[in-house]
């Protein structure tokens, strides 16, 4: 292919990815935006190089060079001690599903049983097939959907009964924070919190940090993707103080299960932890402001968004249920106007609803005045759904573009001072 017709071709599919990206009403819950001081070690030359082996100790027969790379290691170690107080900061994996799959390889045998969270309370749908395919059995956790927590008697008394080797917790949808110190555990039942979604609200102490409330003999990892309220690039994470886990995972990642670290990842993800450690308690109290009072604008307009005793969120996610033969009607919908929203069938939604995400409308540094619009359109969007026209499209679409001429991100540190790093 010669140049020009490369470029064209590229222009093509670029131009209306970029006319997304300003245009759209972000309301993901599972997508953020990267700060250019976040984004820029992306392009660092680390991730042209390799290194093998543990993170804990420099594994001499190594590849020339990586000796400098390995300190980058205990740069992340510093930063997730004081974020989050963990003794062991791992970020070789590549991504929240990652993550957990080489933690399930890592800890577990063919034939074990593990406690998974169900997708339809909330947890992620990847997991049962992952657990399968590797051969563990699954038990799902008893859910109580009217308190929207777990029923921890039950599980406490089934991890011995039933021999469970580990517990997964793994929630997409969440708006309140599982009480982990509940569980009664065993010496040998690992504890595996996949925190994708909440990570940046648990780095601030908006919520629990079940790494200060457990013992380092008790066997918890905190875990995830740092990619959603931790806006950093898309990579993994995986904390501990437990001693013993620390020695079961740090040799099995590399070079057993991954060979090559994306080292530029792991570089991005220092500078995120390193901007977070400074507006993150601003931004995330922010976030938690936002998701409740959009919530509270919506239920205002009839909406019908769950909540639990008053509470319409304590993180970053908002539900609402429609009735099913409406709820798939709306996404369409707003796909036509790029507001981007998650459809949902699940009993935590009561069977039909949606997902809204304010991570990134609450970095833009958008206040009651941009969420009353948002409010206003989400209301227009149904309407028009369920009456079958398009009256108020005119009126939707210019409220989206006035909005997005404010899309300008807060809670950054400036990059110039670190650019003769990066640009070459």
Same mark, same amino acid.
């Given at each position: ?36 001081? +976040? ?82 309370? @909330? ?14 059995? +699954? ?96 990579? @993994? ?55 409740? +009072? ?44 790029? +507001? ?12 039909? @609803? ?71």
């Amino acid at each position: 292919m010669d140049f020009d017709k490369f470029y064209d071709k590229f222009s093509n599919i670029y131009e209306p990815i970029l006319h997304f990206e300003n245009k759209s009403l972000p309301l993901c819950a599972a997508e953020t935006s990267l700060s250019d001081f +976040v984004r820029y070690p992306l392009m660092a030359s680390v991730q042209e190089k390799y290194i093998l082996g543990s993170i804990i100790n420099y594994t001499e027969q190594n590849f020339i060079g990586s000796r400098s790379l390995f300190e980058i290691y205990g740069l992340l170690n510093e930063l997730c001690k004081e974020l989050f107080h963990c003794t062991y900061a791992d970020g070789r994996t590549l991504t929240g599903v990652n993550t957990i799959s080489t933690l399930l390889m890592s800890l577990f045998e063919i034939g074990d049983t593990i406690y998974i969270t169900s997708p339809e309370y @909330g947890g992620h749908s990847s997991m049962p097939k992952i657990c399968q395919r590797l051969g563990i059995h +699954v038990i799902e956790m008893p859910y109580d959907i009217n308190n929207m927590d777990f029923y921890y008697d039950e599980i406490n008394k089934n991890i011995s009964e039933k021999n469970i080797k580990g517990i997964l917790v793994c929630l997409s949808d969440m708006l309140f924070q599982p009480n982990l110190s509940l569980i009664d555990f065993t010496e040998d039942t690992v504890l595996i919190y996949d925190a994708t979604q909440v990570l940046g609200l648990i780095a601030t102490k908006k919520l629990t940090n079940f790494l200060d409330s457990f013992s380092q003999d008790t066997p918890f990892i905190l875990a995830g993707s740092t990619h959603k309220t931790l806006p950093g690039p898309t990579n @993994g994470i995986i904390m501990t103080n437990s001693k013993k886990l620390m020695d079961k995972i740090d040799k099995k990642i590399n070079p057993d299960y991954l060979r090559n670290i994306q080292m530029h990842q792991i570089l991005s993800l220092i500078f995120c932890l390193q901007e977070f450690s400074v507006f993150g308690t601003e931004y995330m109290n922010a976030v938690v402001d936002s998701s409740n +009072v959009l919530a509270k604008l919506l239920s205002n307009k009839e909406f019908d968004v769950i909540s639990q005793n008053g509470i319409f969120s304590n993180t970053h996610q908002i539900f609402i249920h429609l009735p099913v033969e409406i709820t798939h009607a709306f996404y369409l919908e707003c796909q036509l106007y790029d +507001v981007t929203l998650n459809e949902r069938y699940r009993k935590i939604y009561k069977n039909s @609803g949606i997902r809204l995400g304010v991570q990134q409308i609450a970095r833009y540094g958008w206040g009651v005045s941009e969420l009353e619009i948002i409010s206003d359109i989400l209301e227009n969007i149904y309407l028009d759904c369920i009456n079958g026209t398009h009256k108020q499209y005119r009126s939707i679409s210019y409220s989206i573009e006035e909005l997005s001429k404010s899309k300008n991100l807060k809670y950054t540190l400036d990059i110039t001072k670190f650019l003769k790093f990066f640009v070459r």
